[in-house]
């Protein structure tokens, strides 16, 4: 789950249309945990190492972020098209 920012950030997204698809698609795609950060380089250092001995490595780690992103996508997209059709009906 990610923070309320991260699903409104999607939203906004959405609401450009294709375009707006285009950039979460894009951002999904682009998903790199070897350029992860953390706000503390002994954290970060941890994650890289956990990363590096994770079976499969960074390849393996990516695909895993990836699908939990896009399962993520696929649940806030049918929260969006439900918001949608309740304000279309209440026209």
Do not use: C, H
């Amino acid at each position: 789950m990610l923070p309320p920012e991260a699903q409104k950030t999607f939203n906004n997204e959405l609401d450009k249309g294709k375009d707006g698809i285009r950039n979460v698609v894009e951002s999904l795609t682009s998903i790199n945990v070897e350029l992860a950060k953390a706000s503390r380089i002994e954290d970060e250092e941890l994650v890289q190492r956990q990363i590096m001995n994770a079976p499969g490595g960074t390849s393996a780690v990516n695909s895993s972020v990836k699908e939990s992103m896009r399962a993520w996508f696929q649940k806030e997209f049918k929260a969006y098209l439900q918001k949608l059709e309740r304000e279309m009906s209440s026209e």
